[in-house]
């Protein structure tokens, strides 16, 4: 499993504060960022894995500043040279910490690592719209991955 097409991986810094750390996400200036609508979080337990989303026009900007969470995502772009390829990454702020930007039209998953609290952080460059996205449930006739 290698690097996908639309898929951009960016080291992040954490700056140790003795009373507590600051985690750097996006800057405005910074490639990834293609606008702001909207930023969220989502939980997801130990050994969980929610999924699969395709965006039609969102880009991801994921971050784990919590926990260890790992992304999976699909091509399933007939057009694109990474088709029907798969990528993972482990993303954790102990031992990983960057964010992931996935392009529109690209399939995601993600699964929960770590014990307790796994968070991801998402600065999406448009407001959600149900209307943009399409879901499948892992078990699928199009993407054959196992968790």
Not at 9 to 27: E, F, R, S, W
Not at 39 to 61: D, E
Not at 82 to 99: A, L
Request: hydrophobic fraction near 40%; charge should be negative.
């Amino acid at each position: 499993m290698g690097s996908i097409e639309g898929v951009l991986l960016t080291p992040l810094k954490i700056i140790d504060v003795p009373n507590g750390n600051v985690l750097h996400a996006l800057k405005q200036h910074e490639d990834s960022f293609q606008g702001f609508g909207e930023a969220y979080f989502s939980t997801v337990k130990q050994g969980v894995a929610k999924g699969w989303k395709k965006h039609t026009r969102m880009v991801l900007n994921l971050i784990v500043p919590v926990g260890t969470i790992k992304f999976i995502i699909f091509d399933g772009r007939p057009e694109s040279v990474t088709y029907n390829r798969f990528m993972e990454i482990i993303i954790s702020p102990d031992s990983n910490y960057q964010r992931l930007t996935v392009s529109p039209g690209l399939w995601v998953a993600f699964q929960g690592i770590s014990e307790g609290l796994n968070m991801l952080l998402n600065i999406a460059n448009i407001p959600h719209d149900p209307t943009e996205a399409e879901n499948l449930s892992l078990q699928n006739d199009l993407i054959t991955y196992s968790f």
